[in-house]
């Protein structure tokens, strides 16, 4: 079941803040973060695991809330290069006891001049 | 550094036609991934597979069948193609139980099924 991403689509002017949210229903084992520019594959910004870390990235961070099965993206300042569709992932345990990761449906950032 | 490497780029394929989506890592890593990517649906688990010789459905499997033929390449088979398989199709791979480790995506296989 794929973890539920809002806002779907954000534009902001450059220097702005944007928050990207991610949850589910289920019992996490992390989350992972990654940043797709059109035409590109995805590639990995961080994972948090379970216990409430909050990690960095540049100006890019991020927290999750184990007891919430939450996590949220943080882009401050955000620059030109930050535009692109943001996708969490989550890890939960599947039939073989195994961590499967699934998306969800991506949120689209335009950051404008 | 090659990482995940998928083949063919671009295919166009008739409806019912069958084809196999090729992809090799060389990160010694032992899970891979398929997924499709659909517009405003994000990247769906096709099937999924945390070691040689192991598979498991994911989301969508309907239509699909896999092989992990050995640790480095995992294939993704389309048996009787149908246009609601047109998508752009992702290999990723990454270490079992990817605590602390990322996913790392090949280019993508962008098939159209007419």
């Known amino acids: 079941q794929q973890p539920v991403q809002s806002p779907q689509a954000v534009i902001l002017r450059e220097g702005e803040d944007a928050v990207i949210n991610c949850s589910s229903s289920k019992a996490l084992y992390s989350v992972h973060w990654y940043r797709q520019k059109h035409g590109e594959a995805p590639v990995f910004l961080m994972i948090l695991l379970k216990g409430g870390e909050q990690k960095g990235h540049e100006k890019i961070s991020a927290s999750f809330n184990e007891k919430k099965q939450q996590s949220s993206l943080y882009l401050t300042a955000s620059q030109l290069s930050y535009s692109g569709t943001y996708f969490c992932g989550t890890e939960i345990v599947s039939n073989f006891g195994n961590e499967k990761l699934t998306f969800g449906t991506g949120t689209r950032l335009t950051i404008i001049p | 550094n090659a990482g995940v490497t998928q083949t063919p780029k671009f295919q166009v394929l008739k409806t019912g036609q069958s084809m196999t989506l090729q992809c090799a890592q060389d990160?010694?890593?032992?899970?891979m991934y398929w997924y499709r990517q659909d517009p405003g649906m994000g990247l769906r688990l096709i099937y999924y597979s945390a070691s040689e010789g192991t598979t498991d459905k994911g989301e969508v499997p309907n239509g699909y069948n896999v092989s992990r033929l050995n640790k480095r390449e995992f294939s993704l088979r389309l048996e009787s193609a149908a246009p609601s398989q047109t998508s752009v199709y992702f290999c990723?791979?990454?270490?079992?139980?990817?605590?602390?480790?990322?996913?790392?995506f090949g280019q993508g296989t962008r098939l159209t099924v007419v």
């Open positions: 990723a791979s990454s270490e079992y139980r990817t605590v602390n480790t990322e996913a790392f």
């Open positions: 990160m010694n890593h032992n899970s």
